[in-house]
């Protein structure tokens, strides 16, 4: 059963024809894109001014649910490291939870940097994480653009169906889904990186933290 909270904030990612997949090239050139509906309202919760454009897109069939964030960031920050952990945690991103009941127990996250450089996770409520998981049959592919960074990928819906992530009511299959993005950016005074935090949904929290029920809402998967 979602929470009230959950219903208030619905994405409809639409279907595409049984026959037909996106050609996943980080770009954004499939025509299909232009069916998908534009989700524009991403806000900062934990800091006063104004965030710069994010836009998301989502389109499936019976094999995959396809995504595409467009960010606008004229201060692109990549982060160092030997492993994908190290690079996406100190790198500007944008991310997608996956979770398989209102009560975050257990949600599955999706955390893709500008390179292309993905950190995948199994976790429960509150931060238990498992960093050992990985997404099966995910496919992610990244550009620079003129204005920003273009993320596109896929995954498979056996895959969320799997892990229990698929859920079905009387209206159609539904995520209970988070939608985010780490806007970071260079100090002028070359000191340490700022941070600051981009969702789809206030989670009304006190300090920033998107591992948090409040800030899950729903894709459903509509024809």
Known sequence: MLSSHQQSKV?????????HSIVIDGRGHDPSWQLAHVLTDFSFPWTKREPPATEFRALWNEERLYFRFDVTDADIVLGDGADAMDKVIGSDRVEIFFSTGPELNPY???????RGEVLAYEARFHRQMNWAWSCDGL?????RTDVGYLVEGSILIDTLRKLNCLHK?????YLIAG???AE?????SGGPVIEDWMSWIDPQVESPDFHVPSSFGVI????
């Open 11 to 19: 994405y409809e990612a639409r279907r595409l024809k049984a026959v």
């Open 108 to 114: 599955y996250g999706l955390e893709m940097d500008p």
């Open 139 to 143: 496919v992610v592919v990244t550009a």
């Open 169 to 173: 009511d009387n209206e159609s299959k």
């Open 179 to 181: 939608l985010y993005r």
């Open 184 to 188: 970071f950016s260079h100090s002028r």
């Open 220 to 223: 459903r998967l509509v024809h």
